[in-house]
């Protein structure tokens, strides 16, 4: 499955495909946390809350993971473009809140934002490879794309 492997690489539909998974994922285990948390507390509810919620976020950040180095092999990109297109965001803006003074913080989550934004460009908007490349063939490679029919000279109609 796409979801849990390196390997290989992926198309853009996949990739967004996997982040429609992950916010659904993300809404029901929110909802089953709020759930547990405005229920009667208890030991039993607080161990699943903690070891549910730790499995969950472990699926889903590997996964997320492994999905976009899949596609920075479409890009023909190495896996580590991670670092500054995801991971370093995510670092920048939890060091914005709080952890520096409010200019740096400002100056920090600026940062963060247009690494995030050439990440989302770059793995859900850009076009991978054509034809195979050093991470296995075109996953596209066979996909015929519909052609309009007024692009062909043959289908348009001439005025006698």
Known sequence: MFLLS?????????FWLAALIYFLITVVAGAAALFIITAPPSELSALVLYVGGGLVFGL??????????????????????????????????????????????????????????????????LRGTVGP????????AGVVTPVSSASSTQDIPTML
Do not use: Y
Request: net charge neutral.
């Open 60 to 125: 889903v950040f590997f996964s997320a993971v492994a999905v976009s180095v899949k596609r920075l092999h479409d890009r023909d990109k190495v896996g580590w473009w991670n670092v500054p297109m995801a991971i370093l965001p995510c670092l920048l803006f939890s060091a914005s809140n709080g952890l520096v003074s409010e200019a740096t913080a400002e100056v920090l989550w600026l940062i963060a934002a247009v690494l995030g934004l050439w990440g989302v460009v770059e793995l859900g908007c």
């Open 133 to 140: 490349n050093r991470f296995g063939e075109d996953p596209l």
């Open 6 to 14: 390196t390997g290989g690489r992926i198309t853009r539909a996949q």
